[in-house]
């Protein structure tokens, strides 16, 4: 008998050889085995009369050998060409190279079942199948066949190992570990959702029965794919809210909000807040008075008032008595919240400082022990704040801007600098439910989903290459009012590889277009101090264009900027796209954004265009580009920590992610069950890959 964990090479038809071959898709043991599942199925169950046979349909055939030879040819070597009938019609199938089956297998009269699509040879007017699936059968055999005679499972090949071969080694591994096939789910839970039991899923996922529906099972949809897709969900979600459990158990900075404290946010708001913010602003305060730390995301599309909200969370922790920090992934971005901070901060009159790079040596040193003593209360910066040497005497806020661009490993190194500080990460980039819940799934989540008023939407267009004239008067147009452009380039330097507009290029031509303007150049290869100087002459009105790679993606607000043209937009993904179109529309002025392609662009950059133009809600946009991409391209698998399932998909498996959710919750909540729930599933922990 073999267990799950058994290794795979002792199941039958294996072997050293093969289980080198799975193990390059990451198939060890005969759990992974069991769980490389069929890519389709087929109806080899109903046969279709011969003389019913359609050109193009997959068909199984039940008939005898009329007669059988093997063909010389001079290009496809030997063939051999089998002729058959079931008493309404004849049919042919030939196997290319096929010579090795031996006309004896086909003698006269042999009763054979084929599967395979059905064509037509033009050159002997005739229906015919090419290397068809086929099983000969004899008088008394047992016809529970894997092949033939069901419906039969098709897999993915795996380094040359068949559909074929793969069957028969799932089946001979299903039969060997079967009474090792524990179900580590509650069968509470599989009662109250109709779920199958482990070993009946496994089984009829791989070969199913004449009672299940062929199309649920190619769509995934059948009861055993769905047992399998909220396994792998529960699994997840359980890990994240046992995270939470762990996170609550600890004893957290606790704030309290007193009418004093209240004033003092009232005295920061520029605005009357929308009724977003005043929601996820409850939220946060509920949060800071509970005896635990706060572990929070706060999405919010461009421009709809993120920051605010985190200096009112600043004001609440600083008004308690203890220090704020504001960590950012640029250093243009992390000046420009130091700006802010000292402007909307003024009323309160707290002492503000920036942690950045090139800080001379001496100043560096005594900034650093300002923070120490505590005499510094609210501290902006960017990977720099990480450093061993900046050490803080009072943290109780953590506040992490644009969270996709740092690692779990970086939050946790900022938190761990205080002892236990609420923690609030904020993204302006839009992320769908279903990713949200996969990627975030150990915070809380908050979401701004309404825009400030006095804003302009922004209108985008697209247009060709071949409209660039067109496009510079519009821009000139914009200049001559007294507003500011960008135009974005995806490439610093002209490729060799690929013919794409390159920044320098795109500088050097429009610095002799726009003669008697300014245009100013910004990429990532310039040094810090470059940087920050040409962003905050552009922000100071000294520059007219700015011509920038997607390092203005996250950037300072420049309200006098109306314009943008993006070159070579179909080079974009959709989030960045959105993300830099962002930068223009800060203002109440209405404002332009221009989306240039060449003129024959594929379809999957065509409906990226027409969704840009067609929408400036970020959240719809990361929906459609969810299923534009995927979710391992559209969040970076490897750098975002986006878990990598075996069965299920985001795109098409939000509802029971939901339902996965809410069980994991509650039998989380259950201490009496959690102990040993834990231990019936870390036998399963493959079946998905936390980052």
Same mark, same amino acid.
């Given at each position: 008998?073999?267990?799950?964990?058994?290794?795979?090479?002792?199941?039958?038809?294996?072997?050293?050889?093969?289980?080198?071959?799975?193990?390059?898709?990451?198939?060890?043991?005969?759990?992974?085995?069991?769980?490389?599942?069929?890519?389709?199925?087929?109806?080899?169950?109903?046969?279709?009369?011969?003389?019913?046979?359609?050109?193009?349909?997959?068909?199984?055939?039940?008939?005898?050998?009329?007669?059988?030879?093997?063909?010389?040819?001079?290009?496809?070597?030997?063939?051999? =060409?089998? +002729?058959?009938?079931?008493?309404?019609?004849?049919?042919?199938?030939?196997?290319?190279?096929?010579?090795?089956?031996?006309?004896?297998?086909?003698?006269?009269?042999?009763?054979?079942?084929?599967?395979? #699509?059905?064509?037509?040879?033009?050159?002997?007017?005739?229906?015919?199948?090419?290397?068809?699936?086929?099983?000969?059968?004899?008088?008394?055999?047992?016809?529970?066949?894997?092949?033939?005679?069901?419906?039969?499972?098709?897999?993915?090949?795996?380094?040359?190992?068949?559909?074929?071969?793969?069957?028969?080694?799932?089946?001979?591994?299903?039969?060997?570990?079967?009474?090792?096939?524990?179900?580590?789910?509650?069968?509470?839970?599989?009662?109250?959702?109709?779920?199958?039991?482990?070993?009946?899923?496994?089984?009829?996922?791989?070969?199913?029965?004449?009672?299940?529906?062929?199309?649920?099972?190619?769509?995934?949809?059948?009861?055993?794919?769905?047992?399998?897709?909220?396994?792998?969900?529960?699994?997840?979600?359980?890990?994240?809210?046992?995270?939470?459990?762990?996170?609550?158990?600890?004893?957290?900075?606790?704030?309290?909000?007193?009418?004093?404290?209240?004033?003092?946010?009232?005295?920061?708001?520029?605005?009357?807040?929308?009724?977003?913010?005043?929601?996820?602003?409850?939220?946060?305060?509920?949060?800071?008075?509970?005896?635990?730390?706060?572990?929070?995301?706060?999405?919010?599309?461009?421009?709809?008032?993120?920051?605010?909200?985190?200096?009112?969370?600043?004001?609440?922790?600083?008004?308690?008595?203890?220090?704020?920090?504001?960590?950012?992934?640029?250093?243009?971005?992390?000046?420009?919240?130091?700006?802010?901070?000292?402007?909307?901060?003024?009323?309160?009159?707290? #002492?503000?400082?920036?942690?950045?790079?090139?800080?001379?040596?001496?100043?560096?040193?005594?900034?650093?022990?300002?923070?120490?003593?505590?005499?510094?209360?609210?501290?902006?910066?960017?990977?720099?704040?990480?450093?061993?040497?900046?050490?803080?005497?009072?943290?109780?806020?953590? +506040?992490?801007?644009?969270?996709?661009?740092?690692?779990?490993?970086?939050?946790?190194?900022?938190?761990?600098?205080?002892?236990?500080?609420?923690?609030?990460?904020?993204?302006?980039?839009? +992320?769908?439910?279903?990713?949200?819940?996969?990627?975030?799934?150990?915070?809380?989540?908050?979401?701004?989903?309404?825009?400030?008023?006095?804003?302009?939407?922004?209108?985008?267009?697209?247009?060709?290459?071949?409209?660039?004239?067109?496009?510079?008067?519009?821009?000139?147009?914009?200049?001559?009012?007294?507003?500011?452009?960008?135009?974005?380039?995806?490439?610093?330097?002209?490729?060799?590889?690929?013919?794409?507009?390159?920044?320098?290029?795109?500088?050097?031509?429009?610095?002799?277009?726009?003669?008697?303007?300014?245009?100013?150049?910004?990429?990532?290869?310039?040094?810090?101090?470059?940087?920050?100087?040409?962003?905050?002459?552009?922000?100071?009105?000294?520059?007219?264009?700015?011509?920038?790679?997607?390092? !203005?993606?996250?950037?300072?607000?420049?309200?006098?900027?109306?314009?943008?043209?993006?070159?070579?937009?179909?080079?974009?993904?959709?989030?960045?796209?959105?993300?830099?179109?962002?930068?223009?529309?800060?203002?109440?002025?209405?404002?332009?954004?221009?989306?240039?392609?060449?003129?024959? !662009?594929?379809?999957?950059?065509?409906?990226?265009?027409?969704?840009?133009?067609?929408?400036?809600?970020?959240?719809?946009?990361?929906?459609?580009?969810?299923?534009?991409?995927?979710?391992?391209?559209?969040?970076?698998?490897?750098?975002?920590?986006?878990?990598?399932?075996?069965?299920?998909?985001?795109?098409?498996?939000?509802?029971?992610?939901?339902?996965?959710?809410?069980?994991?919750?509650?039998?989380? =909540?259950?201490?009496?069950?959690?102990?040993?729930?834990?231990?019936?599933?870390?036998?399963?922990?493959?079946?998905?890959?936390?980052?």
């Amino acid at each position: 008998m073999l267990r799950l964990d058994s290794d795979v090479q002792y199941v039958k038809g294996v072997g050293p050889r093969r289980a080198s071959l799975l193990a390059s898709r990451d198939i060890r043991t005969v759990q992974d085995l069991l769980l490389h599942l069929p890519k389709s199925y087929q109806d080899r169950a109903h046969f279709i009369p011969v003389s019913g046979l359609k050109v193009g349909q997959d068909a199984a055939v039940h008939a005898r050998v009329y007669r059988s030879r093997v063909i010389q040819t001079r290009t496809r070597g030997r063939i051999l =060409d089998v +002729i058959l009938t079931d008493g309404s019609s004849f049919v042919h199938a030939k196997w290319f190279h096929g010579a090795y089956l031996q006309t004896r297998e086909f003698s006269a009269g042999r009763e054979v079942v084929l599967f395979g #699509r059905v064509d037509f040879d033009r050159y002997e007017s005739k229906f015919v199948f090419f290397n068809p699936e086929f099983e000969l059968l004899d008088e008394g055999k047992d016809s529970a066949s894997l092949d033939i005679g069901r419906y039969v499972p098709v897999y993915e090949e795996v380094g040359g190992i068949t559909s074929r071969q793969l069957r028969h080694i799932i089946a001979a591994a299903l039969a060997d570990s079967a009474k090792d096939i524990n179900d580590p789910l509650p069968e509470e839970i599989l009662e109250a959702h109709g779920l199958p039991d482990l070993r009946t899923c496994l089984e009829r996922v791989h070969f199913p029965q004449q009672d299940d529906e062929l199309t649920k099972l190619n769509q995934r949809r059948s009861p055993y794919h769905r047992r399998l897709i909220f396994e792998e969900f529960f699994l997840l979600e359980l890990i994240f809210a046992l995270r939470r459990i762990q996170s609550r158990s600890r004893e957290g900075v606790r704030f309290e909000t007193s009418e004093r404290i209240r004033q003092q946010v009232k005295m920061i708001l520029p605005f009357h807040p929308t009724a977003a913010q005043k929601r996820v602003l409850k939220e946060i305060v509920d949060d800071l008075k509970a005896p635990y730390p706060m572990v929070r995301l706060l999405q919010g599309d461009v421009g709809s008032g993120k920051t605010i909200v985190a200096f009112e969370a600043i004001v609440i922790a600083v008004s308690n008595g203890y220090q704020a920090v504001l960590m950012a992934p640029t250093e243009i971005l992390a000046e420009q919240h130091f700006l802010n901070a000292k402007r909307i901060l003024a009323p309160l009159n707290y #002492r503000i400082a920036v942690v950045r790079r090139g800080i001379k040596k001496a100043e560096k040193q005594e900034l650093l022990e300002k923070i120490a003593s505590g005499e510094i209360q609210v501290i902006v910066g960017t990977h720099a704040l990480l450093e061993e040497r900046t050490l803080f005497k009072s943290l109780g806020m953590v +506040i992490i801007d644009e969270q996709h661009r740092f690692g779990v490993v970086q939050r946790l190194q900022l938190m761990a600098k205080g002892e236990n500080p609420n923690t609030l990460v904020m993204t302006a980039t839009p +992320i769908p439910r279903t990713l949200a819940m996969t990627l975030y799934g150990d915070l809380d989540l908050s979401v701004i989903d309404q825009m400030p008023p006095g804003r302009s939407p922004i209108r985008t267009v697209h247009v060709m290459e071949r409209d660039a004239e067109r496009i510079y008067e519009m821009i000139r147009s914009e200049l001559k009012q007294g507003h500011q452009a960008y135009v974005v380039y995806p490439v610093i330097e002209e490729s060799e590889k690929i013919d794409l507009k390159s920044a320098t290029e795109g500088f050097k031509k429009l610095s002799a277009i726009f003669a008697g303007y300014r245009v100013a150049l910004l990429h990532g290869r310039l040094k810090s101090e470059q940087k920050e100087q040409t962003m905050a002459a552009f922000a100071a009105g000294e520059s007219h264009i700015l011509v920038s790679t997607t390092v !203005i993606e996250v950037g300072v607000d420049v309200a006098n900027a109306t314009i943008m043209l993006i070159q070579h937009a179909e080079r974009f993904g959709l989030a960045q796209l959105h993300q830099l179109r962002g930068r223009v529309g800060r203002g109440a002025q209405q404002s332009l954004c221009i989306l240039m392609t060449p003129n024959r !662009i594929n379809d999957v950059a065509r409906e990226r265009i027409r969704a840009m133009v067609s929408s400036t809600d970020g959240f719809r946009l990361a929906e459609v580009d969810l299923q534009l991409r995927g979710p391992g391209e559209m969040a970076g698998t490897r750098q975002s920590g986006i878990p990598e399932f075996r069965v299920a998909n985001l795109m098409t498996d939000g509802e029971l992610l939901s339902l996965a959710q809410q069980e994991a919750q509650r039998w989380a =909540d259950r201490s009496e069950e959690r102990g040993r729930l834990i231990e019936a599933l870390s036998g399963r922990a493959r079946l998905v890959t936390v980052g």
